[in-house]
């Protein structure tokens, strides 16, 4: 094949110059300032919008693109101030109508004429950086209208005239409102801002700060909180119908500030009706909504959490000091169980379980009932009723309920070795007096101490049911293997394991000879028996309770009758008593609180046993820090035994010394506060 020579094309210039009539931008824009004219007076059905957009079109395209915008701007700046001249006149509630008509007609005209011009709002606009008519549209409605000088302050007065008369119950045109509020939010945020959310925050906090005056002077605090809370919840309605999003929090803040925020102390105080009144009376609804309400404002929760603090610690500390609740141990922890009950319902129901108020509650507790050096030995007295007598007939489910409250109360004592000790006594009589109800019970709630306090702390009382099983089948064995004393005497033999069981001192029990010397009528003294039995004075003055003052077991009558058992008594055999069984049981009494005398001794008991724990603590501490000072030694030990007892500080360096002398630890030969571990 030839090759075929390449041919470059050129194209030239149209040769003949297109010459515009000189008069063509000014017949041009005639036609276009009539179409806009026609659109304003709503004479647009006989207009050719293809042929305007082509005459827009072209005056663009023949650079006279800022002779079509400058007379944009020109034309319907003279249009608005028509439209201003009609809005101004009228008069009345007419005003925000006609304004709201005519804001209507000058979008839709914006939107035609938006379409006339579109080439020139995509090229030249852009190119001169000039504004785009549809925000132009909206700029000269602003600059015109809304800031004209007789419309502007009306406006706005009006406005908020129609808030007030809403607030004030009456009914206003909320559809209106919401338009008239949209119009200055579709001019900017600025508009809305400066023309209308500004003033408006500045009467409401006027208004609510008079409304709450005369409110908190007339009102108890639950109506006056009702009231609040209904006047908040209008405010974020009214946001919702016909105010900007943005709004509501900054509405709310000023309602919050002047109706919560500037009262909180007087509210919280008001006499009669207050939060104290409130928790007294167990007013859940208005507990909630103060809850609700003050969360609201800074400061809110800790203040109510405060009052309520004060006030819970008040009513704690005359609670356990009362002289007679201190009467009844079982009533005195009943009542423990009553309040914290109360305050739990509260928290949940009106609080909205909110942990703040369950931790300042647990702290209120501990407080209280550490200020009664008694508050061990009568939870473990209540532990004991229960499980004595007070648990029959009740369900698994409630048993546990009332050992998860009894483990509750048990938390916040701080000396929970003294705790140990009683419940050690109290469950050992239960045991040996086989009077309690339930074995279940009994483990249950050793198992929840064990949970709480670690295997060294049940270990005994676990062995203690181990000495009762292994007793038990002893005793049947020895039945089986001697089956002729079928028909005698009952014989019970307890085999005890020495440290599982407290210690009881070796007291002899001198019991008469033949039990047939009872029935000759012979007349005894409370000292003489005393005397004859050398049993120790608490369990003999039980004895005789059991014997002669429980009805259905008087098997001896006493003179004078009554339930305490005192130096003059006398005492004989009951002639009159029946039973319809061979053998009666006759238990001893319930144990009560301890005399003053046998607390002192469970004292000196537990401080006794106290000090192994504290030395074997600073061995410990001092192993793996080998040298301490002696304020850090008294903190580590403190920290490590706080789950038992509060050790004390003194006891504490005593046992030091006790170590230094048995050269376990050595002082420090330049500072004397500094303690070195010997290995």
């Avoid at 050790?647 to 002398?661: D, G, H, M, V, Y």
Wanted: charged residues 30%.
């Amino acid at each position: 094949m030839s090759n075929q020579k390449k041919r470059n094309f050129q194209i030239d210039a149209f040769k003949h110059r297109v010459v515009v009539d000189p008069k063509y931008a000014d017949k041009t824009w005639k036609i276009l300032e009539h179409a806009i004219h026609e659109i304003y007076n709503h004479n647009a059905s006989g207009l050719s919008f293809e042929e305007l957009y082509r005459n827009a079109y072209n005056m663009v395209l023949h650079k006279f693109g800022e002779k079509l915008y400058n007379g944009l701007v020109a034309t319907m700046t003279s249009h608005l101030k028509e439209i201003s001249k009609s809005i101004e006149a009228a008069q009345g509630d007419s005003f925000l109508e006609e304004l709201n008509r005519k804001w209507n007609d000058h979008n839709k005209a914006l939107q035609m004429i938006r379409d006339i011009l579109m080439y020139m709002d995509r090229t030249y606009i852009p190119s001169v950086h000039k504004t785009p008519v549809h925000e132009l549209g909206l700029n000269l409605w602003r600059d015109n209208i809304i800031h004209s000088s007789k419309i502007q302050t009306r406006l706005q007065n009006t406005l908020l005239e129609l808030v007030h008369r809403e607030r004030t119950g009456e009914v206003i045109d909320r559809g209106l409102m919401r338009n008239i509020v949209k119009m200055l939010m579709d001019l900017g945020s600025s508009v809305y801002q400066e023309d209308f959310e500004k003033p408006f925050l500045e009467v409401s906090a006027e208004f609510y700060s008079g409304e709450s005056q005369k409110f908190i002077e007339c009102c108890d605090c639950g109506d006056y909180l009702k009231k609040a809370e209904k006047r908040l919840n209008e405010e974020i309605e009214r946001v919702t119908h016909y105010l900007d999003s943005k709004s509501e929090v900054r509405i709310n803040n000023v309602v919050e500030k002047e109706m919560i925020a500037n009262h909180m102390l007087r509210l919280v105080h008001m006499e009669n009706s207050g939060l104290v009144n409130m928790l007294l009376d167990d007013k859940f609804d208005d507990l909630g909504r103060m809850y609700n309400l003050f969360r609201r404002v800074p400061d809110g929760l800790s203040t109510i959490r405060e009052v309520m603090t004060s006030h819970l610690r008040e009513t704690g500390k005359q609670l356990v000091s009362d002289p007679e609740r201190l009467k009844d141990p079982v009533e005195f922890v009943q009542c423990l169980l009553d309040e914290k009950d109360k305050y739990d319902s509260i928290i949940s129901n009106a609080f909205n379980n909110d942990k703040t108020f369950q931790n300042a509650l647990n702290s209120s507790f501990e407080y209280f009932i550490n200020l009664n050096t008694r508050s061990p030995e009568f939870i473990s007295l209540f532990v004991d009723d229960k499980l004595r007598k007070g648990l029959k007939g009740v369900s698994e489910e409630d048993v546990e309920i009332i050992l998860d409250k009894v483990m509750m109360l048990f938390r916040y004592l701080q000396e929970k070795d003294v705790f140990e000790k009683y419940y050690k006594q109290h469950l050992a009589k239960r045991l040996l007096s086989g009077k309690t109800v339930s074995d279940d019970a009994e483990r249950s709630l050793i198992v929840k101490l064990k949970t709480e306090c670690g295997y060294q702390f049940t270990s005994k009382l676990e062995g203690m049911f181990t000495d009762m099983k292994t007793s038990q089948d002893t005793m049947q064995g020895f039945y089986a293997s001697h089956p002729e004393l079928g028909d005698g005497p009952t014989l019970v033999v307890q085999v005890l394991t020495t440290g599982s069981w407290p210690t009881q001192p070796g007291v002899p029990c001198n019991l008469p000879a033949e039990m047939s010397a009872l029935c000759e009528k012979f007349r005894l003294g409370y000292k003489e028996i005393e005397q004859a039995t050398e049993i120790p004075t608490a369990d003999l003055k039980r004895c005789l309770q059991s014997m002669a003052c429980v009805k259905g077991k008087n098997v001896l009558r006493k003179e004078p009758m009554s339930k305490d058992i005192g130096e003059e008594d006398a005492f004989f055999v009951n002639d009159k008593f029946t039973s319809k069984f061979y053998k009666v049981k006759i238990g001893t009494v319930v144990a009560q609180k301890e005399s003053e005398p046998e607390k002192q001794e469970t004292r000196q008991r537990v401080e006794e046993d106290r000090k192994p724990q504290i030395e074997a603590a600073v061995v410990r501490i001092m192993k793996s820090r080998r040298v301490l000072d002696h304020n850090n030694i008294i903190t580590e030990v403190t920290k490590q035994l706080q789950s038992r007892f509060l050790a004390n500080p003194t006891e504490i360096k005593k046992r030091i010394e006790s170590l230094i002398e048995r050269d376990f630890l050595e002082r420090d030969s330049v500072d004397r506060k500094l303690y070195r571990y010997l290995a």
